[in-house]
């Protein structure tokens, strides 16, 4: 079985999502989010309630001295949300460099080899440790963070993306 394709860079954003959640075991980022703005207000109410019983004069909490308090938290934020972005950017595979370029795939009896313009490369079915479909995507996963992607653009129908699972789960 012959399979060609272009991996475009959505469908390695897509994978880079996918295989930090997989690496990291989250089954969701909202209540990740959500536990951590939790944690940080609490965490504030502490600090109020120290200042508050070991303040000499009485305390009072008001909207000035909670912007003065928010606000170095929420530029903290969007300091490292701009940071995370960036990286995102800048570690993209580029369009025309050789991740993203033509691949084929041709599979056999003892393993698939990957064909590309300046590369080719054999692994064998014992290197692949798992295999992951993610939106039609097929991710054979030969470590925690390094796959073979196989968009679903790879194929021209369902019917071709059925004999490609039932080839790699007879194998995998």
């Known amino acids: 079985m012959l399979i060609t394709f ?3 860079q959505d469908d390695y954003k897509k994978f880079s999502k996918f295989a930090l959640k997989r690496a990291s075991n989250k089954t969701s980022e909202k209540k990740s989010l959500i536990a951590s703005f939790m944690i ?6 502490v600090f109020m309630l120290i200042f508050q019983v ?3 004069k009485s305390f009072d909490f008001d909207i000035p001295t909670a912007v ?4 170095p938290f929420l530029v903290g934020i969007g ?3 701009t940071e995370i972005l960036k990286i995102q950017r800048n570690t993209l ?10 691949s084929t ?7 698939l080899r990957v064909l590309k313009d300046c590369a080719t490369s054999f692994f064998s079915w014992e290197a692949i440790e798992s295999v992951s479909v993610n939106d039609g995507d097929y991710y054979l996963f030969l470590d925690n ?6 968009p679903n653009s790879a194929f021209s129908n369902n019917i071709q993306a059925e004999e490609f699972r039932a080839v790699i789960e007879k194998y995998v």
């Open 6 to 8: 272009r991996i475009q």
């Open 40 to 45: 940080w207000f609490l965490v504030t109410i």
């Open 54 to 56: 070991v303040g000499k």
């Open 68 to 71: 003065i308090v928010l606000l």
């Open 79 to 81: 300091i490292y949300f």
């Open 93 to 102: 595979p580029t369009d025309n460099g050789f991740l993203l370029s033509e």
């Open 105 to 111: 795939i041709e599979i056999k009896d003892d393993g």
């Open 145 to 150: 963070m390094y796959a073979i992607i196989i």
